[in-house]
């Protein structure tokens, strides 16, 4: 079945899917929307943990009852300020907000810059972060999509995908992590130790939750429950937009499929780039071990996926 022609918009050097997003929009987030003290923000370079992290917000700030998750769809609840509906779901809104975004931080709202309102911005691995976005462009019908996976590292490599460049995302935003009202998480960090992040999520919000609260969150935001809550899932979404009969929304929820679908080829190309890119960041992520790592254990031209597949 040929895709249906897909609509972008250009906005401050980035691309955007006209499907949500029009240049009125952007602009509404970037000049004109009133950023409160009391504001949280849920920040990412796309497929790095945002509908998690709405889950994970949505919870703390109810205590843990679940009731709202699993009765008002995510996109309602922390909407996206860069969205042609933020203004309807946000401007009313009483305080404190829950916020999403994933625009780069030279198109955040101004007004943020003078506020005390706080930002948890997650980063992941980006080689998983474009196999996800590779699926749901996939499965979407207002991405950019290339079947052949190499080509499709390219387009995300080149930064010619939804938001731009995952490297000037994280490079830019990463300046901001020595700021008290700045949070910087990882999707693997989430992974292994969900409470552990919850706890210290709590902490940064100042949210003091009692423990049978904490292990509602928990449980209320696990991959499982996620999968089966419609209000989070995207199944409420017409098929035509997006079809979990090509792939789910929430698909597996794991790090490092990067390496079911990198040939070392790629892997390489790939590190080589990264280290380029990211050499003054001056931060170590949980992945920068494991580009050393397959160097070591795959020598050059084996052009099989990067690790075993088992
Ligand atoms: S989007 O479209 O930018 O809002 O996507 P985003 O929510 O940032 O990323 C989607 C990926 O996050 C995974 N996800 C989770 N993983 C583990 N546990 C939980 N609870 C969870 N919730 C969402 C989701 O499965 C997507 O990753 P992939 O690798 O495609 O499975």
Not at 295 to 307: I, L, P, T
């Amino acid at each position: 079945m040929a895709r249906p022609i897909t609509h972008f918009i250009e906005y401050g050097g980035i691309t955007l899917p006209g499907l949500v997003h029009n240049e009125a929009s952007v602009r509404y987030a970037h000049q004109v929307f009133q950023v409160r003290d009391s504001d949280v923000f849920n920040l990412t370079y796309p497929k790095s943990g945002t509908t998690w992290m709405q889950e994970i917000l949505t919870l703390i700030h109810n205590n843990g009852d679940p009731t709202q998750s699993q009765s008002v769809p995510s996109w309602e609840r922390v909407p996206w300020i860069e969205q042609k509906t933020a203004a309807e779901f946000l401007e009313n809104r009483p305080s404190p907000r829950l916020i999403s975004s994933h625009l780069p931080l030279s198109l955040f709202p101004e007004s943020f810059f003078t506020s005390q309102a706080k930002v948890i911005y997650t980063v992941r691995d980006p080689r998983d972060v474009c196999v996800s976005l590779y699926y749901y462009a996939k499965m979407s019908s207002f991405l950019e999509y290339r079947e052949n996976f190499g080509e499709f590292i390219e387009l995300f490599t080149a930064g010619k995908i939804l938001f731009g460049s995952w490297f000037d995302h994280v490079k830019a935003w990463l300046t901001y992590k020595d700021q008290t009202n700045f949070l910087l998480l990882t999707y693997d960090e989430l992974l292994k130790d969900l409470r552990g992040s919850v706890l210290h999520i709590c902490q940064f919000l100042e949210k003091d939750l009692d423990a049978s609260a904490v292990n509602s969150v928990v449980e209320n935001a696990s991959f499982e429950m996620m999968k089966g809550n419609k209000m989070v899932n995207y199944s409420l979404i017409s098929e035509d937009i997006m079809n979990h009969k090509i792939s789910p929304f929430l698909r597996k929820g794991i790090s490092g499929d990067w390496k079911n679908h990198f040939t070392l080829e790629q892997s390489d190309a790939f590190r080589q780039l990264y280290q380029e890119k990211m050499k003054d960041v001056g931060i170590k992520f949980p992945w920068d071990e494991l580009q050393s790592e397959i160097h070591q254990e795959f020598g050059e031209g084996n052009d099989n996926a990067a690790f075993p597949l088992s």
